[in-house]
């Protein structure tokens, strides 16, 4: 029944923002305004990637510890760049590893940040990116 409902509301949502006119704000991040009854709210494009198992996972123990390291250090800059809003570990151990927000206006920066971590350049992760779409100032609680 969940599912049932949130897909509805993402119909409707995809319906209801396609509509909508989309702007760039001066740091060049898309956004519109969406209203739901008496609420509006200034919807952003964010990037949602989805870090998956990577071909390459036969590293040492000692080869991928640091590679992990790398990849937590380079999380950890994103994230006081202000470059991703959240990140974080799937709590199994399946193809889908994690994921991250990238909190930055174009797919070529998401691309570029990405190519830097060292568990991609290791071929130990790969990233699936979409686009996707939240109200500003939406938190986790």
């Not at 950890?76 to 991250?100: N, V």
Request: proline share 4%; aromatic share 10%.
């Amino acid at each position: 029944m969940r599912f049932f409902l949130l897909a509805l509301f993402l119909l409707g949502f995809c319906a209801h923002s396609a509509a909508q006119e989309l702007q760039i704000d001066s740091l060049g991040f898309e956004t519109f305004e969406m209203t739901e009854g008496d609420t509006s709210y200034v919807m952003k494009k964010y990037f949602m990637a989805i870090l998956k198992t990577g071909p390459n996972r036969d590293h040492s123990a000692e080869q991928a510890t640091e590679i992990q390291k790398g990849h937590m250090e380079n999380i950890s800059l994103l994230a006081e760049q202000k470059k991703i809003c959240i990140a974080g570990p799937f709590g199994d151990q399946g193809e889908m590893r994690g994921i991250l927000i990238f909190n930055v206006p174009t797919m070529e920066e998401v691309k570029a940040l990405v190519a830097q971590d060292p568990a991609v350049i290791a071929g130990r992760l790969i990233l699936d990116v979409h686009p996707w779409w939240a109200a500003k100032g939406s938190i986790l609680e």
